[in-house]
Structures are given as C-alpha cells and as structure tokens.
C-alpha cells in the first residue's frame, strides 16, 4: 500500500484497475476469442459470434449513464446485463484507447496520458495532438494492435469514425490495422457501419462516436446539453444496430466517464511557487498532474515540494510518488523505457477539482466544466453493454 501523509483524502485510494480481469484491455481479445480465433482467452465471456460491431461512445461512464437512463430508451434495455468495466490509468482517451485497442495495460503499450514526458528530449508530448514530426508512432508503441492481429487470422477489420483521425498519431501507434472508413454525421457513421457488414458478412467494426465527450467538456455531464447528446446517440446506435445482419454481436462501451468541475474549482497552480519549485516539465490531465523534477533537483526540494501539495490540496487529491504509483499497480507491469514518460509526481483529484499549469495551457482550458483522468469510480468506470441481433 502506499504511505499515507498528512493532510489526507478522506476517499481512500481506490483499488488499482484488474488488468486482466475486467479493464477494457479484455475487451477485443474476448471479441476475438467470441469470433474463433485461436490464442486468446474469452476473459469477458462473450458469446459466440461470426461478427462483431464494437461501438465507442467517448465520454460514456457507468456513473453518468445509470444516472440518465430515462435518455437513453435503447441502451437502458440492455443495461441490467451490462458489466461493469474500468478504465486503465490514467482515465483518459489517449490511454483507454490505446488498452482497448492493444489489448494491453498502459505500462505495456506506454501510451500514459494525455500529455506525457518523452524523455529521450525531455519534452511534453500531447497524445490527442500536436504529436512531434519526429516522433514515429509505432516505435513509440510497438506492440501489433488487436486489429492487426485479428486481420492477420482473414476476418476482415474496419473502423469507421472521422475523417481527421484516419492518420492521427493515436490511430498510427495504437488503433492501426483495419481498414478506415471516413464519415463525419452520427447518421453517415451509422450507415458506413451498416454497409462494411454488407460488404463483408463477417467482420469486426469498431465505431467511434466522440459527440458525448465533447459536450461533457463544454458543459458537464449534469447538463441538458448532455442529455440531449445521450438522446441522439442511443437514438443512432438503435438504427444502427437494427439494420446490421442478423447474429451480429454489438458491444457498446466507452473510454472514461467525468466530473464536472465548478470554476471556483479550476486552480492554477503555477502560481504558487513552492508546489513547482525545481520542477521541469507539467504534463498529465487537469485531474491528473504529474510533475518532472529537473534531474539537478535536490531530494530536499522534491520532498518540500511534496509536503507542499499535501499542505494545500492534501484533502482534495490524492499525491504520490512516481515509484508508489507503479508499485501499486495503476499503470500494470511497465515495459523497459516507459517509467521515464511518467512525472516524479502525481497530483490525483479525488474531489471535483481540477489543476492546471497556467504558464502552458491556453486560457480557454480553464472553461472546461467536465473532467476526467483520475481514479474516482465516476471517472473509471464504464459500461460493456452486449445486443446480439
């Protein structure tokens, strides 16, 4: 367990998530295993199938969804079947995307958060965008994706979102593979899904709905904007899935779920001196901070900067070391090299708060109401809905 200071959370830190039990990183290797492909194991007890659609609603947490079942007609009626899956470490795109797709825990595919360090250049690398020209994707992560191996067996694979992420760096280092089919509507999305099984009777098709997320972001998920957006997906997945062929295995899930943050709320820490005194780089999530001393700084300072955090913020987050939080299991078992993208220390909101580095993000990031990246259940919990139709 790790140390205990104080001022302490009075949340308990949660359980690391159950890599290989229950995480989205059980999602496609169970799909494939559902599919007859030999060599993976069927973790999440999927039936068996001759095609699979996996839909991704970014954005869909447990919480969030339980919560507003009267919107969402279509995906209440699976939802007292639903199993209950977490989120890798850090609760964020850039990760869960890159476990699901790999089938792997963060430590293994490396891909550690919406900004992380690269350490070979001691620079911030944003995983969302703004990824560095020189900067290869697929050596950053290397392992074979899901799709690839899947597509490797003759099923055929395909991925139908939009068109600005068909050569994303995200797409290249973690969710390549399939073939990519562009649209930009909830309705085109809807219809591309419906005409790759037409074309390929078995198949897998992973379709990705980022509409729920970008309106959490811009107004909280206890908003009826919000709802409104949950009404017009469950609306589209319905026709979606009443038009694929008959024995057709759908999973529905999503990458994280949010916390709305209040403005009084969203602190800019880099105003307070001694909680970045000797510190290099920020990197992380608002809910999420993680901090990379510069190598000349002495422990003293790490030490007095860690009490720092513990004195100001110490009953709204929770603060660890780097060591403390691999040791405990957040990011799995780390491959050789990945350790150094993680900051010395890390800053996780246990209350609906967020931090940010106001010297480096723009001012239009302090707006944003809806927030995840920390370990709340209401952040790392997401939904496996199954319809077989």
């Known amino acids: 367990m790790v140390e205990q200071h104080q001022p302490s959370p009075a949340t308990k830190l949660p359980p690391p998530p159950g890599y290989g039990r229950d995480t989205l990183a059980e999602v496609l290797p ?23 659609n996996l839909v991704m609603v970014d954005g869909l947490g447990w919480n969030q969804l339980k919560a507003n079942l009267a919107h969402a007609p279509f995906l209440r009626g699976l939802f007292d079947r639903a199993q209950r899956l977490t989120t890798g470490f850090p609760s964020t795109t850039a990760t869960s995307l890159s476990t699901l797709g790999t089938g792997l825990p ?3 595919h490396g891909m550690l958060g919406y900004d992380v360090v690269d350490p070979a250049r001691r620079r911030v690398v944003n995983q969302l965008g703004g990824w560095p020209s020189d900067l290869d994707p697929e050596a950053w992560q290397p392992h074979s994706t899901m799709f690839e191996q899947i597509a490797a067996h003759g099923l055929h694979v395909a991925t139908v979102s939009l068109g600005i992420f ?17 649209a930009t509507s909830l309705a085109a999305r809807s219809r591309a899904t419906t005409e790759v099984f037409a074309r390929h009777r078995e198949a897998l098709v992973y379709t990705y709905f980022n509409e729920l997320d970008k309106t959490g972001h811009k107004s909280g998920v206890d908003s009826d904007a919000w709802r409104e957006t949950l009404e017009e ?17 759908v999973l529905i899930t999503g990458d994280h779920g949010m916390v709305d943050v209040a403005e009084s709320q969203r602190f800019d820490y880099s105003r307070e001196p001694e909680l970045i005194e000797g510190v290099e780089l920020t990197s ?4 999420g901070v993680q901090l990379s001393f510069a190598t000349s700084t002495s422990d003293a300072t790490r030490s007095a900067v860690r009490e ?5 913020y110490g009953t709204k987050a929770w603060v660890l070391t780097r060591k403390e939080a691999i040791d405990y299991g957040l990011f ?12 010395d220390l890390m800053i ?10 106001g010297r480096r993000v723009a001012p239009t990031a302090f707006e944003m109401v809806g927030q995840h990246g920390s370990l709340t259940a209401a952040e790392r919990l997401v939904p496996l809905l199954v319809h077989r139709t």
């Open 30 to 52: 169970s799909a494939a295993s559902a599919l007859g492909i030999p060599g993976f194991g069927n973790t999440l007890n999927l039936a068996r199938t001759r095609r699979v």
């Open 106 to 108: 963060p430590g293994d």
């Open 166 to 182: 068909a050569k994303s760096a995200l797409t290249r280092a973690a969710l390549r593979g399939p073939e990519f089919v562009a």
């Open 233 to 249: 997906l469950d609306h589209t997945i319905k026709t979606m899935v009443s038009r694929l062929p008959e024995g057709t295995s």
């Open 284 to 287: 992380g999530e608002p809910r």
């Open 308 to 312: 720092a955090w513990l004195r100001r």
């Open 332 to 343: 799995g078992s780390l491959r050789e090299g990945v350790a150094g993208r993680l900051g």
């Open 348 to 357: 996780l909101a246990c209350e609906p708060v967020a931090f940010y580095d």
